[in-house]
């Protein structure tokens, strides 16, 4: 059982100080011209001195890395040049954790989140037999007994199961990608920033029904990286600072390979676990968010999580959808960078930056007025965990 005490007196403890990405769409149309690609490290590099660079730190100021689960720590450690005194390893949100985790331990007292993947590059396959390292990692990840062989086939089997029970539709589906492509349209690192019209998204070939190649998430290179300290020393450096409020996660692993969790409740128990947690740190509540940061592998994501996380009422994600309220100018905006599905395939980690952008006001045309919490959230295969972030005044 988690500790809410304990977990409130971290709240706001510690920043944001330093982001950093690497050119997306860029090198995204240098592999479509058969140019030299960059390897996942050297993007996590150039990532990491963007980080640095933006925050005013300097290499030596590092005593903590945390890397993604596509770099080993030791090479990431030795190509940037840092010898910490605290280094893990983790996904986008639990990279976030662990350094806090090792900033209030006192064993860092400046940590480096890097993450780097040349994926298009490398021909990277996450479906299929040869999936990610074949039959070794499909025993664990994917669901081979019963035919299914990408988590495309089993968020598909969870949007039909979804539709059949509310009455959720394609062209539901098909606004909530118009409306991140919306969003990818006024940013300029985005790779698809073409507008997308419901007729257009319709005519889309059906990969696995009902999702459409527009329901499925880009595969291309890139690298991000954040810095992150205490909040005393963040309101001394070059940038607005941006406190980390709320955090929390919940695995839901029983019975997985059934599939029960995802066709019971679409991972609302977890969704439900996990908005206790980083609600009651942030001492705020879903009404008091100003933009959703939501893992976006699918466009059916989407819908699970905003119902989940108390945004709306279990079953009513087409009302918001319909309204609007989660494109540009709505009222719920989310992926406010063009998410996975049109910015950037990077397994989350695009999405923090987009946050700490948002709530220092440097997002451009994209930008939403005043916002005061940007929350991000994730589910993937029942892995649900949620970061609240939080502008404060320099």
């Avoid at 990277?124 to 081979?144: C, D, K, N, T, W």
């Avoid at 968020?155 to 199961?161: G, H, K, L, Q, S």
Wanted: charged share 20%; hydrophobic share 40%; aromatic share 8%.
């Amino acid at each position: 059982m988690y500790d809410p005490d304990r977990l409130s007196a971290m709240s706001r403890a510690f920043s944001i100080v330093g982001i950093g990405e690497t050119d997306y769409a860029a090198d995204y149309e240098a592999h479509r011209r058969e140019n030299t690609p960059k390897d996942s490290y050297e993007l996590a590099a150039l990532a990491f001195k963007r980080a640095l660079d933006d925050c005013g730190l300097e290499r030596a100021d590092i005593d903590g890395l945390v890397t993604g689960p596509t770099l080993a720590m030791e090479r990431t450690g030795e190509i940037l040049g840092v010898n910490p005194g605290f280094a893990a390893q983790g996904d986008a949100v639990n990279a976030v954790m662990q350094a806090m985790l090792a900033l209030q331990s006192g064993l860092a007292e400046c940590v480096a989140v890097v993450y780097g993947n040349a994926q298009r590059s490398g021909a990277i396959q996450y479906g299929g037999p040869q999936a990610m390292g074949g039959e070794r990692f499909l025993a664990y990840v994917y669901y081979s007994p019963w035919g299914l062989t990408s988590q495309g086939s089993l968020y598909a089997m969870m949007m039909n199961r979804y539709m059949h029970d509310t009455g959720f539709t394609e062209q539901d589906l098909g606004r909530i990608v118009i409306g991140q492509r919306a969003f990818a349209a006024l940013n300029p690192g985005a790779i698809m920033r073409e507008p997308l019209s419901l007729e257009a998204y319709l005519q889309g070939r059906l990969i696995c029904e009902p999702l459409r190649l527009f329901d499925y998430c880009l595969i291309n290179d890139g690298g991000v990286a954040m810095i992150l300290t205490n909040s005393e020393r963040a309101r001394k450096l070059r940038q607005p600072p941006v406190s980390i409020a709320g955090i929390g996660r919940h695995d839901i692993n029983s019975e997985a390979t059934s599939l029960r969790p995802r066709l019971e409740d679409f991972y609302h128990q977890g969704h439900a676990r996990v908005a206790e947690q980083v609600y009651g740190m942030a001492g705020i509540g879903p009404e008091d968010v100003d933009g959703l940061q939501i893992y976006d592998s699918f466009s059916a994501h989407i819908p699970f999580a905003i119902e989940g996380f108390g945004f709306c009422g279990i079953g009513e994600a087409a009302r918001l959808v319909r309204e609007g309220a989660l494109a540009p100018g709505g009222r719920l905006p989310v992926n406010t960078s063009g998410g996975m599905l049109s910015e950037s395939y990077m397994q989350g980690w695009n999405h923090q930056v987009e946050a700490v952008r948002q709530l220092r006001l440097q997002a451009g045309e994209r930008q939403l007025p005043q916002p005061a919490h940007v929350q991000y959230l994730s589910d993937v295969a029942g892995k649900v965990a949620s970061v609240i972030y939080r502008a404060e005044a320099a």
